[in-house]
C-alpha cells in the first residue's frame, strides 16, 4: 500500500520532470543565441553537483520501502523501482544536457571564469563571493547527506550500545567534540522539573559553538573597527570609486593593446561609414535585438522616427547617427546607448541605419525632422561641419 | 468521580493543595489546525501561480487581480501570517496549555482570537486582490486591518499571558519565553510599522519617507521573519520535539544563552536588507555586524533540537513526525548559516535583488516552518482524535516529495540569482555592459520552470499530507475537552530554593519575562531608528528635489496598487554596472517625499530609479498595453485595465492634505487647485501622445502612471548636494 503511494509519486514525478526538461532545452534552443559567460561553465560543474544529489534523495525515496519492511516481497517491487529511477534519470539528465552545452559552449569565452581568475591569481570580489556561495550549498547538500545518513546508519545507537553491552563509558569522538555527556551518564545531568512529560538535561554550551560566538563578536568588532574607526576599509562610495577607477585602468589598457599601440579610438568625430558587408550585418544582427521595438524591423519607424527617409530629427550624416546613438536624446525618448555597445558596434549600426536609405519598407512612418542631402563623399565630409550642424541641438519642435 | 489527592507524588508542593480536576481545549487547536491546512493551501497555490506567470507572463490574462503585482502579496501573506499564523496559535494553544497545566484562559477569547484571525485573513486576501496594498512588504494591509490585527493580537496576549497567569506549574519552560517574546516583540513591530495616515477607508500613507520608511520597514520585514517565522517554530520545537522523540531537551543552559542571545541580537539585523542603498554606512555596518553575531545564537537552536534526538535515531528513522523535524531544524541551520553571509557586503553585492534571496527565504520557510508545521501536525491530530495515523506511508510520501520539491525549488533559484547577477555585472573589455538587462532575465526562466516545478512538488506532498489527516480525523475520536489533573500551585515553591540556576528566578516570573523581553528587544531598534529619524546628516538634503505633482502622486498610488515595487527595484547602489545601466547612484535625499519608500526588494525587472526621460511617453503607453511590443521576451505582465479606468480626482485634495501633514512643503491651499494642475499636466501627456498617433483620455489612469513614471530620478540632474 505505502509503497504503491511511492510509486505513484515517482511516475508523477517524471512526467513532470521530463517535460520540464524539453521546455528547458527547446528554450535555450531558440531564445538564447548569445554565449554565456564563462562564469556558467562553473555553474555547469555544480549542477552536476546538485543533480547527483537529487538523485541520491531519489534512490533514497525509492528505497524507502525497505527500510520499514523487511519482507521478501519487496524484492519484486524493488526491480521496478529501479526501472523506474532510472527512466528517471534518463529525464534528469537530459535537463542536465541543457547545462552541460553550456560550458563547452562558453570555454572560448575567455574572461570573467571564477575557476580560471583564481588559477591565474587574479581572485576579486566577486570570486571570493562565487566560493562562499559555492561553500553554502555544498554545506547545505552535504547537511541534507548528512541526515539521510545518519538515519540510514545506526551510528549513535550502534555504539551506545556497544558502550552499553561493555558496560562502561565511552565518548564518541562527536560526543567529545560537543563536550556531551553519554547517554548513560545522562541522569546526572537531568534537571529536576518535568513539564507535561519533558525532561531537561544540563549538557555544557558545546566548545566549538561557544568559541565561534566570541569569534563573531570579535570579528564584528573589528568589522565595525576598521570601517568607521580607524576607515582602513572602504565604505560603498570609496569602493565604488575604486571600482570605476579599476574598470577605466582595464579598459585603457585593453584599448592599448587591441589597437596595437596606435590610441586611435573610433568617436564621433572619427568614425567613417562602414561598407564591409560584416560591419553591416553586425550592425544589422545589434539592430534586430535592440532598435526594432522603436523603430520597426525594417526601419520603417514606430514610437521611433523612420530610418528609410531622407529626412533626420538630429542630422543624417554618419557622424551625426553615431552621435545619437552613442549619447541619446532623451528628450526625445532616445536612449544613450553609451554603455551598452562599444564604438565599434556603434559605427556597425550607424551604418547599417544609413545602408536603410530609399528601401520603401510597408507601414512606413511620416518624415519627421529636416531634409538631409548626402554629402558626396560623405565619408570625407570635414567633421567641423558636422560637428557645428548637431552641436546645435536645437530642433525642439 | 471522586478522586483523592495523592500528596507523595507531589513532595514539592508542599503546601497540601488539593489535586484539581480541568479540562484542555482541544476544539481551539483543531480549529487552527484545519486553518493552516486550509490557508496553507491557498498560500501555495498563489505561489505557484506567480511561479508560473513568471514562466508565461500571459497567465495573467489580462485580469487584475491575478496579475504578479497583486497575487504575489497574496502569497507571502497568506502563507506567512495564515499557514504560519495559524499553524503558530495551533501549536501554542495545544502545548501552552499543557505546559501551563491548565485550560486557555478564556473560551470566548480563544473564539474570537480564532475567529476574528480567520476574518482578517479573509479581509486582507480581498482588499489585495482589489488593490489595496500599502506597498510595505509582508505589511501590505491597509490601515483598518492594521487595526484589527492589533485588536486581535492584543487578544491573543491576554488569553496567552492569562493563561500563563493562572498556571499549575511555577516554572516557564522555555517554550513559554519564546512565546512570550514573540507576542511582545511583534506587538512592538506591527504598530511602529504600520504608522500611517489614512486618506480614506482603504488608502493610507506611511508616516515616514525615503530613508526612514526603507529603516523602519526593514526592521520590521527582517523581525518578522525573526519572531514570526523564528521565536515562535522554535517554541514548537522544544515542546513537540522532545514529545515526539520521547527524549529530555538536551541542554537547559544552552536554551537560556542562545534564547537571551537571540531575542536582543536579531532585532539588529534588519539594516542587512539595505546594503549599499542610501542608508547610512553606520546603520549598514551595524545591520552587518549584528547578522555575523547571529549566527550562533541561531545554531543554539539548531543544536538544542538535533543533539536532543541524540539515543533516537532509529525513532527518526521509522517516524515520518521526527524526518520532517529532522529536516525543519537542518533546513533552520541552513537558512541561518546563509543569512549572516548574505549580511556581508560582498556576498550581498551579488546575492541581493536577485532569486538568490527567493531561494534563500524559500529554504526557510518551505523547509524550516512548512515542515516543522507538518511534523506537529501529524504528531498533534491523531492525539486529539485518540487514534494512529491512517498512512504512515503517505505521510513518509508526503516527506519525500516535500523534500524533493525543496530541492528543486532552492537550486535552480540560487543559480538563477548567481547567474543573472554574473551577467548583470559582465562589462566586455572594452568597458560596455555586455548584456542587456532583459538577456539576463531570459537566460534564468528554465531555472523559473524548474523552481514552478519544485513548487508543485511541495504543494502535491501537502495535498497527500491533506488526504491523510482527512482519513486520519474520520477514523478518530475527537476529545473536544481533554480531561487532566494537577496541583495548585503552592506559596511554598514561589521563592525557589538555594542553589538553583539563577535562570529559574524569572521563569516564576512571567510579567518580568515580557518586560525583561521587551527591554532587550527595544535597545536594538532604538539604537538604530532614532538616530536616523533625528540627525540631520543621516539625510542630507538636495535643494533641486521637489515634491511630486498631483497628477504624480496619482500615478505612484497606481504603481503602488499593481505592485510594481516588487518586481523593480527604485534604488540604484554605488556600483560601477549600475550606474552604467542606470545612471547616478540613488542619493539619500532624493527620497525625502516618499511616503511610503518604492526602493523595492527584488529586480524581475530593470530598476526604474531614474526611468524618468529615458524612453518617449508612447513607449510606456504601448509598453503597459503590451510589455513584449517594446521588449520584446519580456515576462512582464499586461495592464489592459489601466486604459479602461480613470483617475479618481475626487482624492486629490485629500492626498495632497495628507501629504501636507507628513510634512511634504505644498503651499497652503494647494489642495483646492490640485486638480487643475493635475488636468494641465495630464493633457500634456495626451498630447505628447497624439504626436505619436496615440488617442487616449486625458482621466485614464495609464496617464497618471506615465507622469509618474517620466517623473523617477529627474530631479537629481544637475542638483547639488548640501549638508546642513
Redesign the interface.
Known amino acids: 500500500m505505502k509503497y504503491i503511494q511511492n510509486k505513484k509519486g515517482l511516475s508523477l514525478l517524471l512526467m513532470m520532470i521530463t517535460t520540464g526538461g524539453l521546455y528547458a532545452q527547446n528554450y535555450t534552443g531558440e531564445s538564447t543565441p548569445i554565449t554565456p559567460p564563462a562564469l556558467i561553465g562553473v555553474m555547469g560543474v555544480l549542477a552536476l553537483v546538485l543533480l547527483f544529489v537529487v538523485i541520491a534523495l531519489l534512490v533514497a525515496m525509492a528505497n524507502l520501502p525497505n527500510l520499514f519492511k523487511e519482507t521478501p516481497q519487496n524484492n519484486k517491487n524493488n526491480t521496478s523501482a529501479n526501472s523506474l529511477i532510472i527512466f528517471f534519470l534518463a529525464g534528469v539528465l537530459s535537463l542536465g544536457s541543457v547545462y552541460a552545452q553550456a560550458p563547452a559552449d562558453s570555454a572560448a569565452v575567455a574572461s570573467g571564469g571564477a575557476i580560471e581568475n583564481i588559477m591565474k591569481g587574479n581572485i576579486n570580489v566577486f570570486d571570493v563571493s562565487f566560493w562562499i556561495l559555492f561553500v553554502v550549498v555544498i554545506c547545505e547538500i552535504l547537511v541534507i547527506l548528512g541526515i539521510a545518513i545518519l538515519w540510514l546508519s545506526r551510528l549513535f545507537n550502534a555504539e551506545n550500545r556497544l558502550a552499553a553491552e561493555k558496560g562502561g563509558v565511552r565518548l564518541s569522538w562527536w560526543e567529545r567534540f560537543n563536550d556531551s555527556k553519554s547517554l548513560q551518564e545522562e541522569k546526572n545531568i537531568q534537571l529536576d522539573h518535568v513539564y507535561d512529560g519533558i525532561r531537561e538535561l544540563d549538557n555544557s554550551l558545546p566548545p566549538w559553538w561557544l568559541y565561534g560566538f566570541y569569534v563573531s563578536i570579535l570579528f564584528s568588532a573589528i568589522y565595525i573597527w576598521r570601517y568607521h574607526i580607524v576607515y582602513t576599509a572602504p565604505l560603498s562610495e570609496e569602493e565604488y570609486n575604486i571600482a570605476v577607477n579599476e574598470g577605466e585602468i582595464a579598459k585603457s589598457e585593453y584599448m592599448k593593446k587591441s589597437s596595437g599601440g596606435s590610441t586611435k579610438a573610433i568617436d564621433e568625430n572619427s568614425v567613417e561609414l562602414l561598407a564591409d558587408a560584416s560591419d553591416i550585418s553586425a550592425g544589422k544582427s545589434l539592430y534586430t535585438v535592440n532598435c526594432v521595438t522603436c523603430h520597426g524591423s525594417l526601419g520603417e519607424g514606430g514610437v521611433g522616427p523612420n530610418f528609410t527617409d531622407e529626412y533626420w530629427i538630429h542630422g543624417g550624416s554618419i557622424k551625426d547617427v553615431f552621435k545619437l546613438i552613442k549619447y541619446g536624446a532623451p528628450e526625445k525618448g532616445m536612449v544613450p546607448w553609451k554603455d551598452n555597445f562599444s564604438p565599434k558596434q556603434i559605427a556597425q549600426i550607424a551604418s547599417f541605419i544609413k545602408s536603410l536609405k530609399g528601401t520603401n519598407p510597408p507601414k512606413a512612418k511620416e518624415p519627421q525632422g529636416d531634409l538631409y542631402k548626402e554629402e558626396t563623399t560623405a565619408s570625407a565630409a570635414p567633421p567641423s561641419a558636422d560637428s557645428t550642424k548637431t552641436g546645435a541641438d536645437s530642433p525642439k519642435k | 468521580m471522586d478522586f483523592t489527592l495523592n500528596r507523595n507524588a507531589d513532595l514539592h508542593n508542599s503546601g497540601g493543595g488539593v489535586m484539581e480536576k480541568f479540562y484542555y481545549d482541544n476544539q481551539t487547536v483543531k480549529l487552527f489546525g484545519y486553518a493552516t491546512l486550509f490557508w496553507g493551501v491557498i498560500g501555495m497555490l498563489a505561489g505557484l501561480w506567480i511561479a508560473l506567470e513568471l514562466v508565461w507572463p500571459s497567465l495573467n490574462f489580462g485580469f487584475a487581480p491575478i496579475t504578479f503585482g497583486r497575487l504575489r502579496p497574496v502569497h507571502t501573506n497568506a502563507v506567512v501570517f495564515c499557514f504560519f499564523g495559524n499553524g503558530i496559535f495551533m501549536g501554542v494553544y495545544y502545548?501552552l496549555q499543557?505546559?501551563c497545566?491548565a485550560r486557555m484562559f478564556s473560551d470566548t477569547l480563544s473564539k474570537v482570537h480564532f475567529w476574528g484571525w480567520q476574518l482578517i485573513i479573509a479581509a486582507a486576501a480581498a482588499t489585495l486582490l482589489m488593490g489595496f496594498n500599502t506597498s510595505k512588504e509582508y505589511a501590505e494591509l491597509e490601515w483598518p486591518i492594521d487595526v484589527a490585527i492589533t485588536l486581535v493580537w492584543v487578544i491573543f496576549g491576554v488569553n496567552l499571558m492569562g493563561t500563563i497567569l493562572k498556571r499549575r506549574?511555577r516554572?516557564l519552560?522555555?517554550a513559554i519565553w519564546f512565546y512570550i517574546a514573540t507576542w511582545i516583540t511583534v506587538a512592538m513591530l506591527h504598530i511602529v510599522n504600520s504608522i500611517e495616515i489614512p486618506v480614506s477607508l482603504f488608502k493610507s500613507y506611511s508616516w515616514y519617507a525615503g530613508v526612514q520608511d526603507a529603516l523602519v520597514q526593514w526592521w520590521y520585514g527582517h523581525n518578522a521573519v525573526a519572531f514570526f517565522l523564528t521565536t515562535p517554530y522554535l517554541g514548537l520545537m522544544y515542546?513537540f520535539l522532545?514529545?515526539a522523540a520521547e527524549r529530555?531537551?538536551?541542554?537547559?543552559?544552552?536554551?537560556i544563552?542562545h534564547f537571551w542571545?537571540l531575542i536582543f541580537i536579531y532585532i539588529w539585523a534588519g539594516p542587512h536588507h539595505l546594503l549599499?542603498t542610501a542608508l547610512p554606512?553606520?546603520a549598514?555596518?551595524l545591520g552587518?555586524?549584528?547578522s555575523?553575531?547571529l549566527?550562533?545564537?541561531s545554531?543554539?537552536g539548531m543544536?538544542n533540537g538535533l543533539?536532543t534526538l541524540?539515543?533516537a535515531?532509529?525513532k527518526?528513522?521509522?517516524s515520518a513526525v521526527l524526518?520532517f523535524m529532522?529536516?525543519a531544524i537542518?533546513a533552520y541551520?541552513?537558512a541561518t548559516?546563509?543569512g549572516?553571509?548574505l549580511s556581508?557586503k560582498?556576498?550581498n553585492?551579488?546575492?541581493h535583488y536577485t532569486d538568490?534571496t527567493i531561494a534563500h527565504v524559500h529554504?526557510g520557510a518551505l523547509g524550516w516552518n512548512g515542515f516543522l508545521t507538518f511534523g506537529v501536525i501529524y504528531w498533534l491530530i491523531p492525539k486529539m482524535f485518540r487514534t494512529k495515523l491512517y498512512?504512515?506511508?503517505?505521510a513518509?510520501?508526503h516527506f519525500?516529495?516535500g523534500?524533493?520539491g525543496i530541492?528543486?525549488y532552492a537550486?535552480p533559484l540560487?543559480?538563477a540569482g548567481?547567474?543573472q547577477s554574473?551577467?548583470w555585472?559582465?562589462?566586455?573589455?572594452?568597458?560596455?555592459?555586455?548584456?542587456?538587462f532583459l538577456?539576463t532575465v531570459?537566460?534564468i526562466?528554465?531555472m523559473y520552470?524548474?523552481r514552478a516545478?519544485g513548487g508543485?512538488?511541495f504543494l502535491?506532498g501537502v495535498l497527500?499530507g491533506i488526504y491523510n489527516l482527512v482519513k486520519t480525523v474520520k477514523m478518530g475520536d475527537f476529545i473536544a475537552n481533554e480531561p487532566a489533573e494537577a496541583m495548585p500551585l503552592s506559596v511554598a515553591t514561589a521563592n525557589g530554593h538555594s542553589g538553583e540556576h539563577w535562570h529559574r528566578w524569572i521563569e516564576r516570573r512571567p510579567v518580568q519575562m515580557l518586560i525583561g523581553s521587551l527591554v532587550v528587544v527595544a535597545i536594538g531598534g532604538l539604537i538604530e531608528l532614532v538616530p536616523t529619524f533625528l540627525v540631520n546628516s543621516n539625510v542630507p538634503t538636495i535643494a533641486s528635489v521637489k515634491p511630486y505633482t498631483p497628477l504624480e502622486l496619482h500615478g505612484r498610488d497606481i504603481y503602488q496598487r499593481e505592485g510594481c515595487y516588487l518586481c523593480h527595484s527604485q534604488m540604484i547602489?554605488?556600483?560601477?554596472d549600475e550606474?552604467?545601466?542606470y545612471g547616478e547612484?540613488s542619493k539619500a535625499g532624493e527620497f525625502v517625499y516618499d511616503h511610503p519608500f518604492q526602493w523595492g526588494s527584488k529586480r524581475t525587472g530593470p530598476d526604474l530609479a531614474r526611468i524618468g526621460?529615458?524612453?518617449?511617453?508612447?513607449?510606456h503607453y504601448?509598453h503597459m498595453l503590451e510589455p513584449s511590443?517594446?521588449?520584446?521576451?519580456s515576462i512582464m505582465p499586461t495592464y489592459p485595465w489601466l486604459f479602461d479606468d480613470e483617475i479618481d480626482k475626487s482624492k486629490t485634495e485629500g492626498i495632497i492634505r495628507a501629504m501636507q501633514t507628513l510634512g511634504v512643503p505644498y503651499p497652503e491651499g494647494y489642495d483646492q487647485q490640485a486638480n487643475k494642475e493635475l488636468d494641465e499636466q495630464a493633457m500634456h501627456i495626451v498630447e505628447s501622445l497624439k504626436k505619436?498617433k496615440i488617442t487616449t483620455k486625458k482621466e485614464k489612469e495609464i496617464v497618471a502612471l506615465i507622469a509618474y513614471l517620466q517623473r523617477m530620478g529627474k530631479d537629481i540632474k544637475n542638483a547639488s548636494t548640501s549638508n546642513p
Open positions: 502545548s499543557r505546559l497545566k506549574e516554572h519552560y522555555v515542546y522532545p514529545k529530555p531537551v538536551y541542554s537547559y543552559r544552552l536554551s544563552i542571545a549599499y554606512d553606520w549598514q555596518s552587518t555586524v549584528f555575523v553575531m549566527l550562533a545564537p545554531w543554539g543544536i543533539f541524540r539515543g535515531w532509529d527518526v528513522r521509522e524526518k529532522v529536516v537542518t541551520g541552513m548559516f546563509e549572516p553571509l556581508l560582498n556576498v553585492a551579488i546575492s538568490w529554504v498512512s504512515e506511508g503517505l513518509n510520501t519525500w516529495i523534500t524533493l530541492v528543486f537550486v540560487y543559480w548567481w547567474t554574473m551577467m555585472k559582465q562589462f566586455t573589455p572594452e568597458g560596455q555592459l555586455q548584456y542587456q538577456e531570459n537566460y526562466i528554465p520552470a524548474l516545478l508543485l512538488l502535491t497527500i547602489r554605488p556600483f560601477r550606474v552604467a545601466r547612484y526621460g529615458k524612453y518617449p511617453d508612447s513607449w504601448n511590443s517594446m521588449a520584446p521576451g505619436d
